[in-house]
């Protein structure tokens, strides 16, 4: 009897851990938990077109995380999408002529904008605007441009 208790206490504590360890590994892939305490600062940045880019998607510099995407808006008078981009306070080095850019991470991986920096003097701050931005590559308005090319041949 004693053995048998032993083995059902055993078995509902490693389902205990297995269930915990899910958690921990959903809040980890979500991004939910990163940023939550840190000191930011945030900059806008306007796109024609940002394909898949979401909240809380990455913001780099040479490949090294930064920032993520605080929040995406539609502008009706600039026709363009507005995002807002919250950098790590400790990162605020980035000259005013930084370009931002939508890439994906891998072929099908999720989407993050990438800062490449600039030359000039003055430095992004608080509320300022990313002038040089290039739009997300659209994998549809590529195989169509390819398709027109060919079929015009």
Not at 27 to 46: C, F, G, M, P
Not at 97 to 112: C, H, K, M, N, R
Request: net charge negative; proline share 3%; glycine share 10%.
């Amino acid at each position: 009897m004693m053995k048998l208790r032993y083995l059902e206490v055993s078995v509902g504590l490693f389902v205990l851990l297995g269930i915990a360890a899910l958690f921990y590994l959903a809040i980890q892939v979500s991004n939910i938990a990163e940023y939550r305490d840190r000191d930011t600062y945030e900059v806008i940045a306007y796109f024609d077109h940002i394909g898949g880019l979401k909240v809380r998607a990455p913001v780099t510099v040479s490949g090294v995380r930064i920032g993520r995407v605080a929040s995406i808006e539609y502008d009706p008078e600039r026709f363009q999408a507005r995002v807002t981009l919250a950098v790590r306070s400790g990162h605020d080095y980035l000259p005013a002529d930084t370009q931002a850019s939508i890439f994906t991470a891998g072929l099908l991986g999720e989407q993050y904008v990438a800062f490449e920096p600039g030359g000039d003097f003055e430095m992004l701050g608080d509320g300022d605007e990313v002038l040089f931005t290039q739009s997300a590559l659209v994998l549809e308005t590529m195989i169509g441009r390819v398709l027109t090319q060919v079929s015009g041949n």
